[in-house]
Structure formats: structure tokens, C-alpha cells
């Protein structure tokens, strides 16, 4: 899997960065940076030379049989846990689970006179924005909505004028 992009470098590529590097001074290394990310400064002999997978450096692969994929165990987790996210998307693209319905999704709200489709549903569901109050209760609601107004400040009492003057 040949991709362009790079992630944080693993200790494998470090490590192997560090052998190529060995010696050079700063400047030097800075120009041969480009050519090892490239794979120049690669020998074409050596079959243990590869790019990792997951961060796209080159490593020196130091495995018994060279089957090594990746640089690092960092690298081969992360590789791994790419592996399955995508799995996973694919999965849940292909065969996606189907969606539980819901009560309120018996409310018919597209229609040109939206209706619950259940009656029972629309009980169950519209006592939590329409709570039935008793009678009594209703009349406290409306004695505090004359005495407050509809909001929340009480109306200031009046001052009446006993002089029989009401400019004042």
C-alpha cells in the first residue's frame, strides 16, 4: 500500500534513518532528507529495506524471515486499528442495520394536515408536551396569570388618589 502521505514517524524508521545519517553534519543531512524519503539513498540489494505501511518511512526490516509490514509495534497497532475502522465502514455501508422505529415516528408530519398515524402513540407521546391538568389547577394557573400577567413580575399595586383629583 503505496500512499503519499506521512504520518509520525515509528522507531523502526528512526532507527534506520539514524544508520543512513550517521557521521553528517546537520547541513548535509537536511540535503539528503528528500532523497531518503524518496528512496534514493536506498542500496537495491537489500531486500530488508522497505517503506512501513502505516507511516510510510523506510525501515530496515530485521525479522527472521523479512515479513515485517510495518516499522514498529506503534505502527502495526495503528495499521491495524486503520484496517478495522475501515472494515467497519465498509460493513455498515453494504448492510446497514435497519433503523428501530419510534413512537414519534408515527406522527405524519409531511402530509398537507400532518395526524399521528396511532392513537395510541400519540398519547403516549404528546402527554409530555401537553399535560392534562385538573380543574382546580387550572383555576390557580389562571388567578396567578391575573395577578402577575402573563410573564413572571407581579403587577405594581395601584396608588389611589382619595383627594378626588386623578391628574395627580
Do not use: H
Request: aromatic share 12%.
Amino acid at each position: 500500500m503505496l500512499n503519499n502521505t506521512y504520518r509520525d514517524p515509528g522507531e523502526g524508521a528512526i532507527k534506520y534513518a539514524n544508520q543512513v545519517f550517521e557521521g553528517n553534519s546537520r547541513v548535509e543531512i537536511e540535503m539528503m532528507l528528500s532523497a531518503l524519503l524518496k528512496g534514493d539513498l536506498n542500496k537495491a540489494e537489500d531486500k530488508r529495506v522497505k517503506r512501513c505501511d502505516y507511516c510510510n518511512y523506510w525501515f530496515c526490516d530485521d525479522s527472521l524471515r523479512n515479513t515485517c509490514r510495518t516499522c514498529c509495534d506503534d505502527c502495526k497497532i495503528s495499521y491495524k486499528t486503520l484496517q478495522r475502522r475501515k472494515q467497519r465502514a465498509e460493513k455498515a455501508f453494504l448492510n446497514p442495520k435497519p433503523k428501530k422505529e419510534t413512537k414519534s415516528d408515527l406522527y405524519l408530519w409531511w402530509l398537507e394536515y400532518p395526524c399521528w398515524a396511532n392513537e395510541q402513540a400519540m398519547i403516549e407521546v404528546g402527554w409530555r408536551f401537553e399535560k392534562p391538568m385538573s380543574a382546580r389547577k387550572m383555576d390557580y394557573v389562571l388567578s396567578q396569570q391575573e395577578k402577575y400577567g402573563k410573564g413572571n413580575r407581579k403587577k405594581k399595586a395601584e396608588i389611589i388618589n382619595y383627594n378626588g383629583n386623578e391628574l395627580e
